[in-house]
């Protein structure tokens, strides 16, 4: 028994490190095939379908572990929902201020990423684009790294040190230095939300609610 729990934790962390590879990697293929310089500007409609679609990756490993998965999308009492929205007010209040500070100081480095106005397209498309940047990833992401990932670890490291490890690699694969501590922070704060609903519905209405300001101040700021 003992020897089988070993090989689990040991094989867990593999998988998941070659499930984000796999994710990635993709994405920068397509990226680099498909797209122009001028698609950075103004970008294709089909623009945020060449980041999400291959996160089907990332759902099709979470599959495995869909019995325990479906314990996670139930029903939560409104205070989680009333926390979900007190936390949307301090991470969109932290990126506020984070970009300020770094503005301030000339940190160029550490400047959050510009994300051109035309990020959902138009016409029909924007709909769909706003679909997947607002449904289809904090979906997937959240089942992958608040159901799978940091479920898994606080099982064998404890809720502080679960969460601080799946933030990390949450912000990690982000991959933009200006979003490293903003995503950090955003992801503390899900994942002591799902600690504390145990489900995640509140996860993703939040992470979704983000991701919608991002696209309207984008578009529109």
């Known amino acids: 028994m003992v020897k089988k729990l070993s090989q689990v934790n040991l094989f867990l962390p593999v998988e998941i490190i070659l499930t984000l590879l796999l994710t990635y990697t993709l994405i920068l293929i397509l990226r680099n095939v498909l797209l122009t310089e001028s698609?950075?500007?103004?970008?294709?409609k089909f623009y945020p379908w060449i980041l999400v679609i291959p996160q089907i990756f990332m759902l099709l490993y979470s599959i495995k572990f869909l019995n325990n998965l479906r314990k996670l999308f139930k029903n939560v009492r409104l205070k989680n929902y009333l926390f979900a929205i007190l936390l949307l007010l301090i991470n969109l209040s932290f990126y506020l201020y984070y970009a300020e500070i770094v503005f301030f100081f000339s940190l160029e480095i550490m400047y959050l990423p510009n994300i051109s106005k035309y990020i959902l397209g138009e016409g029909?498309?924007?709909f769909i684009n706003l679909f997947a940047i607002c449904v289809w990833v904090p979906v997937i992401e959240e089942i992958f790294f608040r159901?799978?990932?940091l479920r898994k670890l606080t099982e064998s490291h404890g809720n502080f040190i679960s969460i601080i490890l799946s933030s990390f690699l949450f912000c990690v694969v982000h991959g933009d230095v200006g979003l490293l501590i903003p995503v950090?922070?955003?992801s503390i704060?899900?994942?002591i939300l799902f600690?504390?609903?145990k489900s995640l519905f509140p996860c993703i209405m939040l992470h979704s609610f983000q991701n919608f300001f991002v696209c309207m101040v984008a578009t529109f700021a």
């Open 195 to 197: 600690v504390i609903s």
């Open 124 to 126: 029909l498309f924007i």
């Open 39 to 44: 698609d950075f500007i103004y970008p294709s």
């Open 184 to 186: 950090f922070f955003s």
């Open 147 to 149: 159901g799978v990932i």
């Open 189 to 191: 704060s899900i994942s």
